[in-house]
């Protein structure tokens, strides 16, 4: 993990290059710590602390490294130090967090576990903080059946502590992933289904959704869509507490890129930024031709 700090600035204009500070590096599979910090954004808590995943290492049977951490990174004094807040189990907690965590107002913390072959289906989990550490609370555990399978994403936690995610693949009968709410009631949570996206193959999303200040939600499919590169969607909500599902772009796999992964990011102009894993015009790539992009969608 590396931080940039911008250079000395003359008249306005940079002198330099940017400066970069390794702040952690990690280590092997079986020290416990976790390895492997997948795609997942990092956080930031109003102390400056920050917040991360781990998708392997850790404890547990996955592998042989163990089955992922949550981590948080304190400064003090110019230096940080790293902290392990839960290690995944593939238990009833699930395994193999690739995506991030959110927090809430509380400071509570808020992800999902894609699974592992010994625990498949993934969950969606909580974290609380205590006096003595953290508690790991499973919101739902993911059957790969009407409540879809593979939530890779991560969760957007909304004001009354409503959560949303996305899931790769399933749900009911023609469904390639679903939108879904996690809502909490008592002691427990309850699961529901939003919209089912439609395709003919698991086109649904690898990256947590983008809430504005209304409530409503963007998100991303990585093969949906008309042309089944990836689409860019928005969930309205409704005053009735149901949503509308809009199709905002269907990307072709050209100039435009194709399989956007990544959190969007969402400007007070109600522009949307994003990155796409293939397409655009550099060269021949994993993904197909060309390297991927960086884009912008204007309402």
Same mark, same amino acid.
């Given at each position: 993990?590396?931080?940039?700090?911008?250079?000395?600035?003359?008249?306005?204009?940079?002198?330099?290059?940017?400066?970069?500070?390794?702040?952690?590096?990690?280590?092997?599979?079986?020290?416990?710590?976790?390895?492997?910090?997948?795609?997942?954004?990092?956080?930031?808590?109003?102390?400056?602390?920050?917040?991360?995943?781990?998708?392997?290492?850790?404890?547990?049977?996955?592998?042989?490294?163990?089955?992922?951490?949550?981590?948080?990174?304190?400064?003090?004094?110019?230096?940080?130090?790293?902290?392990?807040?839960?290690? !995944?189990?593939?238990?009833?907690?699930?395994?193999?967090?690739?995506?991030?965590?959110?927090?809430?107002?509380?400071?509570?913390?808020?992800?999902?576990?894609?699974?592992?072959?010994?625990?498949?289906?993934?969950?969606?989990?909580?974290?609380?903080?205590?006096?003595?550490?953290?508690?790991?609370?499973?919101?739902?555990? !993911?059957?790969?059946?009407?409540?879809?399978?593979?939530?890779?994403?991560?969760?957007?936690?909304?004001?009354?502590?409503?959560?949303?995610?996305?899931?790769?693949?399933?749900?009911?009968?023609?469904?390639?992933?679903?939108?879904?709410?996690?809502?909490?009631?008592?002691?427990?949570?309850?699961?529901?289904?939003?919209?089912?996206?439609?395709?003919?193959?698991?086109?649904?999303?690898?990256?947590?959704?983008?809430?504005?200040?209304?409530?409503?939600?963007?998100?991303?499919?990585?093969?949906?869509?008309?042309?089944?590169?990836?689409?860019? !969607?928005?969930?309205?909500?409704?005053?009735?507490?149901?949503?509308?599902?809009?199709?905002?772009?269907?990307?072709?796999?050209?100039?435009?890129?194709?399989?956007?992964?990544?959190?969007?990011?969402?400007?007070?102009?109600?522009?949307?930024?994003?990155?796409?894993?293939?397409?655009?015009?550099?060269?021949?790539?994993? !993904?197909?031709?060309?390297?991927?992009?960086?884009?912008?969608?204007?309402?």
């Amino acid at each position: 993990m590396y931080r940039l700090q911008p250079p000395a600035r003359a008249l306005g204009n940079a002198t330099g290059t940017w400066n970069e500070t390794v702040i952690h590096t990690f280590g092997a599979y079986n020290d416990g710590e976790g390895v492997l910090p997948w795609w997942g954004a990092l956080i930031f808590d109003s102390a400056g602390n920050i917040y991360g995943t781990a998708s392997s290492g850790g404890t547990g049977p996955c592998g042989s490294g163990g089955c992922g951490t949550v981590y948080e990174l304190s400064p003090s004094n110019g230096a940080w130090t790293y902290s392990v807040l839960y290690r !995944f189990t593939c238990g009833t907690d699930g395994a193999t967090p690739f995506s991030g965590v959110t927090m809430d107002a509380e400071g509570r913390l808020y992800g999902t576990a894609d699974g592992d072959l010994r625990c498949p289906g993934g969950t969606a989990y909580q974290l609380v903080p205590t006096g003595s550490g953290w508690t790991e609370n499973t919101m739902h555990q !993911f059957q790969n059946l009407e409540d879809g399978g593979e939530p890779v994403g991560g969760l957007v936690v909304d004001a009354a502590g409503n959560a949303y995610g996305v899931t790769g693949n399933g749900g009911t009968s023609g469904c390639g992933g679903l939108v879904y709410e996690l809502s909490p009631r008592g002691v427990g949570w309850t699961f529901l289904s939003i919209y089912c996206l439609v395709g003919p193959v698991a086109g649904g999303s690898e990256s947590a959704m983008t809430m504005d200040a209304a409530g409503n939600l963007y998100g991303t499919t990585t093969s949906d869509g008309a042309n089944r590169m990836g689409s860019v !969607f928005k969930m309205t909500r409704n005053n009735d507490g149901s949503w509308t599902y809009t199709d905002l772009y269907d990307f072709t796999g050209g100039a435009d890129g194709s399989g956007p992964v990544g959190t969007m990011a969402l400007d007070a102009d109600g522009n949307l930024y994003g990155t796409s894993a293939g397409g655009g015009t550099g060269g021949s790539c994993e !993904f197909g031709d060309g390297c991927g992009v960086a884009w912008k969608i204007t309402p």
